[in-house]
């Protein structure tokens, strides 16, 4: 794990953090005494269902950069991996967003948030408004025996209930209505997680005795370094087979939570644990879709994938799937509502309905364009010679690669000596 970081008070870090989230969108504001991100009101008066979320800090964008049109209308943070308290959520509910249509509050499946989310809303009950909590339990990592009376814990799977919810509400939905479609899509939703390591909380001491060694990985860590179902040297497809088969085995009855059929339409959403590149979360993606389609014949009818619930800067990546079942909406089905538009900074799904359902196949093939005649120069060359001193040249090139790329990571990025050895190589 890397304990190092620009800013190391986690206070500071958090205040910050939660600050700069209405620096990149107008449309929100901060509580900062209470830590909550809440949508400003509503310039043209009309009013919906308002929606309700929140955590321990340290898995943005997951809460607070989804407030915004189309998703959250508040987000109440606690500190680093620590639930907010009782006061801070009723504060949010009965005085920060417009309760006139109902408020549904979204939580995940742990101790500390249920309790003091659960608490606010039987306050909130108790001072007439209408208000509904639902908790999203979504990993798989824990199975029934070790998850016990607890039950799953909530992990990346919780934003595509948020955002079929926003988007709903959005339309005008009774809160009943936005109820009933949260706890079927929490119901038909499957996550799991994997990581290389566990992350380190700025300002906290570093402790090494837990390591994972170089080569292995946990197979269903938490997103608070909680362990999963075991560690294991594996390469990413290795991983990735072992990650779906606890998400897609119906005959573990340990985790077998969901069937999901080829008829089904699914959708797919590789969440990066927030140090995973770019670069390797593509690759990531591509493996998963391969297994899904050559392994189970699931195709994924969309396909989310990049950054929308970290644990700080771990080390590893999600895979959840919904089966997006029929909502009993006429024009409102899972997949128009994920599709809707929304303005929260956090939420990275630009493509539109239209690009899915076109469905375009089509590619450009290579033409050359037209050249003219190649005419002859007359120059005369001596076959051997020219053929000896160009290998010669190349095999000074190859060895001299080391002391090319040390330079080069000096005063650039470190890739001009292996470039060059490749073209000597011919590669």
């Not at 798989?140 to 934003?159: F, N, Y």
């Not at 939905?173 to 119901?187: F, P, S, T």
């Not at 959403?269 to 979360?281: F, I, P, T």
Request: with cysteine.
């Amino acid at each position: 794990m890397s304990s190092k970081h620009f800013v190391n008070d986690p206070t500071k870090l958090v205040n910050d953090a939660l600050f700069g989230i209405t620096l990149a969108n107008p449309a929100v504001a901060l509580d900062a005494d209470n830590k909550t991100i809440y949508r400003r009101p509503n310039l043209n008066g009309s009013s919906q269902v308002s929606l309700l979320s929140g955590g321990g800090s340290g898995h943005e964008p997951s809460f607070a950069a989804f407030v915004g049109n189309g998703l959250l209308s508040a987000a109440v943070a606690g500190t680093i991996f620590a639930s907010p308290n009782t006061e801070q959520v009723r504060r949010a509910i009965m005085g920060l967003i417009d309760s006139t249509r109902g408020v549904l509050v979204i939580v995940m499946n742990y101790t500390g948030d249920v309790l003091n989310f659960g608490v606010a809303v039987e306050q909130a009950k108790s001072a007439g408004l209408s208000v509904e909590m639902l908790v999203v339990a979504d990993d798989v990592g824990v199975g029934r025996q070790k998850a016990g009376k607890v039950g799953r814990r909530g992990i990346a799977g919780t934003v595509l209930v948020q955002k079929i919810t926003g988007a709903l509400a959005a339309q005008g939905a009774d809160l009943e209505e936005v109820h009933r479609i949260g706890r079927l899509a929490a119901e038909n939703l499957v996550s799991v997680g994997a990581s290389l390591e566990h992350v380190h909380v700025p300002g906290h001491a570093a402790h090494g005795e837990d390591r994972l060694k170089l080569g292995e990985v946990e197979l269903g860590m938490g997103i608070h370094n909680e362990p999963g179902s075991g560690r294991r040297t594996a390469d990413l497809p290795e991983l990735v087979t072992a990650m779906l088969a606890q998400l897609l085995d119906e005959n573990d009855k340990d985790r077998a939570f969901l069937s999901i059929k080829p008829s089904d339409e699914v959708v797919l959403l590789v969440n990066n644990l927030g140090g995973v590149s770019v670069l390797e979360m593509g690759a990531i993606t591509t493996e998963v879709v391969t297994q899904l389609k050559g392994q189970y014949d699931i195709h994924p009818v969309r396909i989310l994938s990049g950054t929308y619930m970290t644990s700080l800067n771990g080390l590893g990546f999600s895979i959840s799937l919904l089966k997006a079942v029929d909502t009993g909406i006429n024009g409102s089905t899972m997949i128009q509502l994920l599709d809707s538009p929304s303005e929260a900074t956090g939420w990275s799904a630009p493509v539109s309905t239209q690009t899915w359902e076109a469905k375009v196949q089509s590619t450009r093939e290579y033409k050359e364009a037209p050249v003219r005649a190649v005419q002859a120069t007359g120059l005369k060359l001596n076959p051997a010679a020219a053929k000896s001193a160009l290998v010669r040249a190349l095999e000074r090139v190859v060895a001299s690669e080391p002391e090319i790329t040390k330079y080069d990571e000096v005063v650039g990025d470190g890739d001009c000596g292996i470039g060059l050895k490749r073209g000597a190589e011919g590669k």
